[in-house]
């Protein structure tokens, strides 16, 4: 500082030196026509020389003050230049911008974690209990054609010909508790309350409605984490689901009443694979079930086991909206009584879903979906939303 500060002076004295003489010069060579003329260009040589030397004591008394405080604290640092602090407010900035960068993509993987909950494909962290409550509107409509009689050719058939359309249509009223278990594992239970209407047409306008409400088959679910990625593979979640046969059987129903469950335990596996590449987060599993057969009055009945698939990703629209785009496909197979298998009762069901995901606050969040069936063996609409909340102890 003090050499800098001798620099300026001497800079200074030189440059007004030099201004100076070149003053008196021009003083000197000039030739005034007159002695009123050469009064006056004198008078203002005089007030300019006034003038810069005003300046130059200025400026040497700024030297001096500068000088004397780097004088003053020899072992003190200096105070920073204007570009040394222009520098520090910049990366300042820098370090905010950083700071707040990274809190934006804690809230957008935040949004993600709440959306992969509600889809098995993220756990619970321990402590904590998500509450689940959800309501969802299935309907299904389907052209039926009976032949009573029997064809002498393909095209020429003897006997009655009865059209029938069926429209069905399922409530279901269901609340999830799920619990962040130590060990990287999570504990569900799914208690559904069921509505379903049954409306049939026949072609000379007769209508039959028939409509039943209870508790449906209440599940049980055990999920773990299987393997944690920091590279390109996926994270992957097990779980073992078993659903109970608490609602109304279909063998146990009258001709009055409509089933409430599938009539037979079930027994369900998966393994859920999850990818987050920012802003995206891609997920997908695999799943069989083994259905229990059991004893009827129809005889032994053992339904089909169920092999499916999904796949799926989502888009975090800003840090409080999600939006998913999903495939569900599952493959049933046939049914047996008593070791023979009932035709038409395999099944293929496809269904396409888009949904979205609004956190209303840090701990309640909205999720709305709407799937379409892609198969004739899948519902026709599937509307859903689910407000879950979470607690934390």
Known sequence: MREAAARLSTSIAHGAATFSLALVACGAVAQPPSDAAMSEALAERDRLIESLIARIEALERTVAELTTDTA??????????????????????????????????????????????????????????NVAPSASFLHTSTENIVIDGFTVFPVLVVGDIVSERVRRTLGIFDTTLRFGLPWKSQLDVRIPYSYQKRDSFS???????????????????????????????????????????TGTSPFDVTDDELALGSGYNSLNLSLTGTKVADPLVYFGSVSYGYNDKHIETVGLFDPGDSFGFSLGMAI?????????????HQLVQKSKIDGAFIPGSDLTIGVFSV??????????????????????????????????????F
């Open 316 to 328: 975090a629209l800003n840090l409080s909206s999600t939006l998913a785009f999903s495939y569900d």
């Open 72 to 129: 003053d604290s020899p072992g003190e640092a200096a105070s920073p230049g204007p570009v040394a602090a222009v520098a520090e407010v910049e990366v300042a900035d820098a370090d905010a911008l950083e700071i707040e960068r990274r809190e934006q993509e804690q809230l957008i993987r935040s949004a993600f974690q709440r959306t992969l909950v509600e889809r098995g494909s993220l756990l619970l962290p321990p402590g904590t209990i």
């Open 355 to 392: 949904g979205g995901s609004y956190a209303i606050s840090d701990e309640l969040l909205m999720d709305l979906s709407l799937g379409i069936g892609i198969t004739s063996d899948s519902p026709d609409l599937q509307l859903s939303a689910s407000f879950p909340f979470r607690l934390r």
């Open 203 to 245: 072609a000379d306008n007769e209508e039959n409605a028939l409509s039943s409400s209870g508790i449906g088959d209440v599940e049980l679910a055990f999920s773990r984490e299987l393997f944690r990625s920091q590279g390109v593979w996926p994270d992957l979640v097990g779980s073992l689901r078993w659903r109970t046969r």
